[in-house]
Nanobody, 118 residues
Framework: QVQLVESGGGLVQPGGSLRLSCAPS????????MSWYRQAPGKERELVAA????????NYADSVKGRFTMSRDNAKNMVYLQMNSLKPEDTAVYYC???????????WGQGTQVTVSS
């Protein structure tokens, strides 16, 4: 059974930090590129960060560059999103996504809420 379980969300003050984790299972993790998306109320889901299957390359949305860092540990089947200098506009549900570039097969997690507020 395929699962992507996100954790680490919560309430944080502006300027604070959070570390999101995603624990994939049920598929060959090392074959899949991983991404973090987010969706704020009333807005479309947007790509936040992505990392290649081997972890050699990352990409970030302009809005989070320099503040967020995505990483993966293929030995532990884990994906992370370190979020620093958080802003109220970062408030959203954050989703973990796995995509096998060869076939386009994609899996989603259930999401974790991040709220940035004083």
């Amino acid at each position: 059974q395929v699962q992507l379980v996100e954790s680490g969300g919560g309430l944080v003050q502006p300027g604070g930090s959070l570390r999101l984790s995603c624990a994939p299972s049920g598929f060959t993790f090392s074959n899949y590129a991983m991404s973090w998306y987010r969706q704020a109320p009333g807005k479309e889901r947007e790509l936040v960060a992505a990392i290649t299957s081997a972890g050699g390359s990352t990409n970030y949305a302009d809005s989070v560059k320099g503040r967020f860092t995505m990483s993966r540990d293929n030995a532990k089947n884990m994906v992370y999103l370190q979020m620093n200098s958080l802003k109220p506009e970062d408030t959203a549900v954050y989703y973990c996504n796995a995509r096998w570039m060869l076939t386009g097969r994609s899996y989603w997690g259930q999401g974790t809420q991040v709220t940035v507020s004083s």
